[in-house]
């Protein structure tokens, strides 16, 4: 900080560079600095700061966003009078170079998490038919992770059956930068979904390389980050894109979701014995209905029937010779679907109930496998509380 003549007490560039290193860019999750999206800082004597920032796009979504951070960082440096932000958009040649940075110096696409070196946990939920509310089970798996401090990201991979946008709450568009797609955020998780590209409730009408090509793109083109896990929501069934993951993310672990009832919990098993043929690991089974909590009584009313999550594990214990254990089976709960509707997911705005709190657990399991703990040594029968 330096006095100029009249004795007032000028801020330091260096110090208003050091406050501009905490705003992170909004889309990136990094600071502005090291993104190389400041372009100039000019300090006048009476105190009053400019700062022009670049963007990475002319329309960047987040632009306001951006503005406010900065603004307020800068104003709470000693010394600042006031501060004025402009908006300046990088060149093709900055693009270039920023998206060569965010892959780590790598020109080709790749995908991340296949690489030797990932530390990045990838479950691929699956089921054998649609209904079963696997979607419902990774959107609140992913939300109570990063509520437990995860970096977690998921890839609707649904592409016929998209729904996670809305049900995560994430109304965001994504920004691209040169080749790299930047994924909004909703609730602390990073999601993609075609859902995203396509106009109002349009349908996708794809055959199988565009399915391929699209999962590709959703897994190498965007942008990440350093993810500790990251969720597939995958489409029913064993098609094209439950091969495409073997073949993109080969160190993928299936979570099969299944409803009690025999015939659901029969085609489930069919939909996780594909790990035999992709050898993938089953990292184990949740049931989701389980039974119907009577409002009245609170004794639990088996609509859909009982221990369809326990003949899955079963039947994928044998086929792959490997103990495949039942997670945790989350209970029939209005907040669950209301949850679903609102984007608003129930381990976040009821985590306590009976669907909250068994979801909760199911997370907590697959957290601390990232954190290298031994949470799933124990099979866990339908029912139990967490």
């Given at each position: 900080?330096?006095?100029?003549?009249?004795g007032?007490t000028?801020?330091?560039?260096?110090?208003?560079?050091?406050?501009?290193?905490?705003?992170?860019?909004p889309?990136?999750?990094?600071?502005?600095?090291?993104?190389?999206m400041?372009?100039?800082?000019?300090?006048?004597?009476?105190?009053?700061?400019?700062?022009t920032?670049y963007?990475?796009?002319?329309g960047?979504?987040?632009?306001?966003t951006?503005?406010?951070?900065?603004?307020?960082?800068v104003?709470?440096v000693?010394?600042?009078t006031s501060?004025s932000?402009a908006?300046d958009?990088?060149?093709?040649?900055?693009?270039?170079?920023?998206?060569?940075s965010?892959?780590?110096?790598?020109?080709?696409?790749?995908?991340?998490?296949?690489?030797?070196?990932?530390?990045?946990?990838?479950?691929?939920?699956?089921?054998?038919?649609?209904g079963?509310?696997?979607?419902?089970?990774?959107?609140?798996?992913?939300?109570?992770?990063?509520?437990d401090?995860?970096?977690?990201?998921?890839?609707d991979?649904?592409?016929?059956g998209?729904?996670?946008?809305?049900?995560?709450g994430?109304d965001?568009?994504?920004?691209?930068?040169?080749?790299?797609?930047?994924?909004?955020?909703?609730?602390?998780?990073?999601?993609?979904?075609?859902?995203?590209?396509?106009?109002?409730?349009?349908?996708?009408?794809?055959?199988?390389?565009?399915l391929?090509?699209?999962?590709?793109?959703?897994?190498a083109?965007?942008?990440w980050?350093?993810?500790?896990?990251?969720?597939l929501?995958?489409p029913?069934?064993?098609?094209d894109i439950?091969?495409?993951?073997?073949?993109?993310?080969?160190?993928?672990?299936?979570l099969?979701?299944?409803t009690?009832?025999?015939a659901?919990?029969?085609?489930?098993?069919?939909a996780?014995?594909?790990?035999?043929?992709t050898?993938?690991k089953?990292?184990?089974?949740?049931?989701?209905?389980a039974?119907?909590?009577?409002p009245?009584?609170?004794?639990?009313?088996?609509?859909?029937?009982?221990?369809?999550?326990?003949?899955?594990?079963?039947?994928l214990?044998?086929?792959?010779?490997?103990?495949?254990?039942?997670?945790?089976?989350?209970?029939?709960?209005?907040?669950?679907?209301?949850?679903?509707?609102e984007g608003?997911?129930?381990?976040l705005?009821d985590?306590?109930s009976p669907?909250?709190?068994?979801?909760?657990?199911?997370?907590?399991?697959?957290g601390?496998?990232?954190r290298?703990?031994?949470?799933l040594?124990?099979?866990?029968?339908?029912?139990?509380?967490?």
């Open positions: 900080m330096a006095t100029d003549t009249y007032t000028v801020p330091a560039e260096d110090a208003v560079r050091e406050a501009l290193s905490t705003v992170n860019d889309e990136i999750h990094r600071p502005i600095t090291e993104l190389g400041v372009k100039s800082v000019e300090i006048a004597d009476d105190g009053a700061v400019a700062v920032v963007l990475t796009v002319s960047c979504p987040l632009r306001d951006i503005t406010r951070n900065v603004t307020e960082a104003s709470r000693a010394g600042v501060v932000v908006l958009v990088m060149s093709d040649e900055q693009r270039r170079e920023l998206a060569s965010l892959r780590g110096g790598q020109t080709e696409r790749e995908v991340p998490f296949a690489q030797p070196g990932s530390l990045t946990r990838v479950y691929a939920v699956a089921s054998g038919k649609g079963v509310g696997k979607s419902s089970v990774t959107v609140n798996l992913a939300a109570a992770m990063a509520a401090g995860l970096k977690v990201g998921v890839v991979a649904d592409i016929y998209h729904s996670v946008p809305r049900m995560l994430a965001g568009r994504p920004t691209q930068v040169e080749n790299m797609i930047m994924p909004p955020s909703a609730n602390g998780v990073k999601v993609i979904s075609i859902g995203m590209f396509t106009p109002g409730n349009a349908p996708v009408v794809w055959r199988g390389p565009m391929h090509r699209a999962l590709q793109q959703f897994l083109d965007v942008y980050g350093d993810l500790d896990v990251l969720l929501d995958l029913p069934g064993t098609g439950a091969i495409s993951v073997a073949q993109l993310v080969p160190n993928a672990e299936i099969v979701v299944t009690p009832q025999q659901a919990a029969e085609v489930a098993e069919r996780g014995s594909i790990a035999v043929q050898h993938q089953i990292v184990g089974v949740v049931e989701n209905m039974g119907l909590p009577c009245h009584c609170g004794e639990m009313l088996d609509v859909f029937g009982t221990g369809g999550g326990k003949l899955v594990a079963e039947g214990t044998r086929t792959t010779g490997a103990e495949v254990p039942v997670l945790g089976a989350i209970p029939i709960d209005v907040r669950l679907r209301e949850g679903g509707d608003r997911p129930v381990v705005t985590p306590d669907a909250g709190a068994a979801l909760r657990g199911v997370a907590e399991r697959l601390e496998r990232k290298g703990l031994s949470g040594s124990l099979g866990i029968t339908p029912r139990n509380k967490f």
